[in-house]
């Protein structure tokens, strides 16, 4: 079994395609105030990355990512006016664009089917109340 060695400890989430075995790792760094967020593509041998994708800034890393059924693109989540929906980014152009259109609420994690014909989806809403506490005299 080959090892992969990541380049640096910023390195979070990782996918790996089911069919081809590429590994795709989620790597950010800060340039000028701007946190620059890229997914790297590696063979499964390891090596030099084949293919760097940034990520655009509304993407949430914490969520992680997975790769399309196909392969040919990956999925993550991006927050965009506070509303949470799943988009795509190409692998061979590098264009984004969204694979659900939820117009409310924050999607809280996803992933595909084994045999990649349906999408899981868990949702919800954050709330909060605010309760004050004083001494009555």
Not at 58 to 70: I, K, V, Y
Not at 107 to 121: A, H, K, V
Request: without cysteine; proline residues 6%.
């Amino acid at each position: 079994v080959p090892l992969v060695v990541f380049p640096d400890a910023m390195t979070v989430n990782i996918a790996i395609g089911r069919k081809s075995g590429r590994i795709a790792y989620f790597q950010r760094s800060q340039v000028e105030n701007r946190w620059i967020r890229k997914i790297f593509i590696t063979s499964p041998e390891g090596g030099e990355p084949l293919k760097t994708l940034e990520l655009p800034p509304s993407e949430m890393e914490e969520a992680g990512f997975h790769w399309m059924p196909d392969e040919q693109a990956l999925a993550f989540r991006d927050s965009r006016q506070g509303i949470t929906n799943v988009w795509t980014i190409s692998v061979d152009t590098g264009e984004v664009k969204p694979l659900t259109n939820f117009t409310s609420g924050q999607n809280l994690g996803f992933d595909f089917s084994w045999d990649g014909q349906q999408m899981l989806i868990s949702r919800g809403l954050f709330t909060s109340e605010a309760v004050i506490i004083s001494r009555a005299e």
